[in-house]
């Protein structure tokens, strides 16, 4: 069976960019508006800019998506569904989304409407692109991190929905959608579009611990374009055109031929872009040191060089639609010329030619002519140019040229289609969720990292529940499991890693465990499979009471509203919640989860993948940021790593603000604190203690 070749998408951070996109040959385009998506710092479109965008680009058959993948407040949800509105009757493809919320209120309100689930949603695996489909997506953006093997076990296990995944361009070094790091150092969300990137840059002693290189996956064309995926994503919305026609012509030629890049095309690619190289590390499932690169001075001589180089084939380059021509110049009647292009013909006539008294019209002299297609988006296939002439007729060069103009400018309107027809959105009027009924108030609920760090059983005793990671609780002595009653499942489990999983809540299960807390898409099917009360974690970003409805009609009972928002935020989502809601009131919070262990890296050793010595006695190491903090590092499920924090959420003198049921649950987290630290902040807590130290509010 022959399987249909993936389409290329490439970005457009600019309308320079997008003339660059078509000139390269993509079959897709994404590019952002003036608000609303993830490259905030991009030049981005305005609406009109949008709409030209995508006439342009549905004249070359290429469709268009619009990015509107940020979190989003709920005060910015009407104005996120005016633009989404915008987009949608001026004939845009697909929107490319991240918020659950923003998502089912314009699936609801846009028939027709697709939607691309952004790589911020963190699909790992099939049971999340199974969620994903049922919401209304289209197509999942799966998570940059996902190995070739993964890709092909979520596409055969769930066939039912499109995907795409990222062939070159910037890495993030978190796994995708669970980065708290900017929003932590300088208050810039990268769920926000507004990330300042300081995994970029070095730590206290200079070393760049967390900066990636540039993904390339040039080199595995072969397989990828064999494996049955949709369409292949090249990263770069901040990023000259030069570079989007670079690299894009570069993945055309290897789309179309179906191979593998060779050493001299990697070499070009590096030349245009690179930090000290390319890496194929996730996509070989082996991720380590190796990975890590910045931008040199030669990496930056190189880029100038190359672009200078672009720059004059991408002037000449313009992407243009071969027309068939047809001519006939006959003595006595009126002259015709027909212009073909695909289904549309259009057929034009000029004036009836003179005798010649002394130079007659020659084939030449009219071929020439009417091949001038200049600034025209045509040119003259050669092989279906037909021209009747008769000998000894004369025509004005001017009516010739006429004649080529206005049969291009109406095959032009002619080709100029829209192409989702009798679009209109639905009028929707919103009933507000149910509020729930609490009969029980408040919970206060203790998560830790560690079932070393948990304190003696009365310090236990003004906490609800008591939640470990689920490796962590099958792996504590039975003095820690006789006081947990919740597991926390992995923010990431690979699709080669779910089935382990599947086992692991089993052996919970059997152990009497009823609570289940879910920080991904794709650990919420298993943990409702096995008839688990099931809460939502950190990393499920609650950003608003839209999202909390969404969550609560899939089966959470309670969810735990993202660390981003302030107590104002928090109280109206908790207000209107039909869900239990949450906030995290202490605790050194998880800012990135590391699919490289960073740990090894630290150790200096190459331990295998799932044997590293380094890590492996599950303690916590430390760096020293460029800001003199000691930043915890701990491994987390399987082999991956979790950076934390080191300043910790801290709010025991500030509770009248957090109390009575205003932020809903109150949760509390312990990572790298002992048992003795653990008492003292709960007694603090008792208390209402003000901080001694360094401290971070809500």
């Known amino acids: 069976m022959s399987v249909k070749k993936p389409r290329l998408l490439l970005p457009a951070g600019s309308p320079e960019c997008f003339e660059a996109a078509l000139a390269a040959g993509a079959d897709e385009i994404y590019a952002g508006g003036k608000s609303f998506n993830a490259r905030m710092g991009a030049e981005n479109f305005s609406g009109e800019e949008l709409s030209e965008a995508i006439k342009k680009a549905h004249f070359f058959g290429v469709d268009v998506f619009v990015t509107m993948n940020t979190l989003l407040l709920d005060r ?16 845009v493809d697909a929107l490319i989304v991240t918020d659950p919320g923003f998502a089912a209120a314009a699936k609801k309100r846009f028939p027709g409407l697709r939607l691309h689930a952004s790589t911020q949603c963190s699909v790992h695996n099939a049971s999340g692109a199974a969620l994903m489909a049922s919401r209304g997506f289209d197509r999942v953006v799966l998570a940059r991190e996902c190995s070739a093997d993964d890709v092909d076990r979520i596409m055969s296990e769930f066939p039912d929905i499109e995907y795409e995944t990222f062939v070159h361009g910037a890495l993030c070094v978190c796994t995708s959608g669970m980065c708290e790091y900017s929003a932590n150092m300088g208050g810039r969300s990268g769920n926000r579009g507004e990330c300042a990137q300081p995994c970029r840059l070095p730590d206290s002693g200079g070393v760049y611990r967390l900066s990636l290189k540039d993904n390339c996956l040039a080199g595995h064309m072969e397989r990828i374009c064999r494996s049955g995926i949709t369409s292949l994503k090249v990263e770069g919305r901040m990023k000259s055109p030069e570079y989007v026609y670079g690299v894009g012509t570069v993945y055309r030629r290897l789309i179309d031929e179906g191979r593998d890049a060779t050493e001299e095309e990697i070499g070009q690619l590096s030349r245009i872009f690179s930090r000290s190289g390319f890496t194929d590390a996730y996509y070989r499932g082996a991720p380590g040191a190796d990975m890590l690169g910045v931008r040199t001075d030669e990496d930056k001589k190189n880029t100038e060089e190359a672009e200078s180089e672009i720059k004059q084939r991408l002037n000449r380059d313009k992407r243009r639609i071969p027309v068939s021509v047809r001519a006939a110049i006959r003595a006595g009647t009126v002259c015709e010329l027909s212009l073909s292009a695909g289904n549309e013909t259009v057929t034009v006539y000029g004036q009836i030619p003179d005798l010649a008294k002394t130079s007659p019209l020659t084939k030449e002299d009219v071929v020439k002519n ?15 140019f037909s021209l009747t002439l008769e000998d000894g007729l004369s025509l004005p060069v001017s009516a010739v040229n006429s004649l080529r103009r206005t049969a291009a400018a109406r095959l032009e309107e002619a080709i100029r289609v829209t192409v989702h027809k009798d679009r209109a959105p639905v009028e929707v009027r919103d009933q507000p969720a149910e509020k729930r009924q609490d009969s029980e108030g408040s919970f206060q609920i203790v998560h830790f990292v560690r079932s070393a760090g948990i304190p003696d059983r009365n310090h236990l ?3 609800s529940h008591v939640y470990l990671p689920i490796d962590e609780y099958l792996n504590a002595p039975m003095t820690a499991r006789d006081v947990t009653d919740g597991v926390e499942l992995p923010p990431v489990v690979m699709a080669h890693e779910y089935t382990l ?3 692991m809540l089993i052996r919970v299960k059997l152990c009497g465990v009823k609570n289940v807390m879910v920080s991904n898409v794709g650990g919420l099917r298993l943990a409702l499979k096995y008839g688990f009360n099931v809460s939502g974690g950190l990393q499920m970003n609650v950003y608003n009471s839209k999202t909390a409805e969404v969550l609560s009609a899939e089966g959470f009972s309670s969810l735990i509203m993202s660390p981003e928002l302030n107590i104002a935020q928090m109280r109206a989502i908790t207000a209107s919640s039909p869900v239990r809601t949450g906030a995290a009131v202490y605790g050194k919070l998880p800012q990135m989860i590391l699919e490289k262990c960073m740990i090894r890296d630290m150790a200096g050793t190459s331990s295998p993948l799932h044997k590293c010595e380094a890590c492996g006695d599950g303690q916590f190491r430390y760096f020293t940021d460029r800001t003199g903090e000691k930043v915890p590092v701990c491994r987390q499920f399987i082999h991956r790593n979790a950076v934390y924090n080191p300043v910790p959420v801290y709010m025991a003198d500030k509770q009248d603000a957090i109390s009575g049921g205003a932020v809903g649950d109150m949760h509390f987290f312990f990572t790298d604190e002992s048992p003795e630290e653990a008492a003292e902040i709960i007694d603090a807590y008792r208390n209402r203690t003000a901080p001694a130290s360094r401290i971070k509010r809500m």
Not at 80 to 90: G, K, S
Request: proline fraction near 8%; include cysteine; glycine fraction near 2%.
């Open 76 to 91: 910015e949800l009407p104005e996120a569904l005016r633009f989404a509105e915008l987009l949608y009757m001026n004939d």
């Open 370 to 384: 009417l091949c001038k297609f200049g600034n025209t988006p045509f040119s003259v296939d050669p092989a279906s």
């Open 461 to 463: 005793a003004m906490f």
């Open 501 to 503: 999983l599947e086992e």
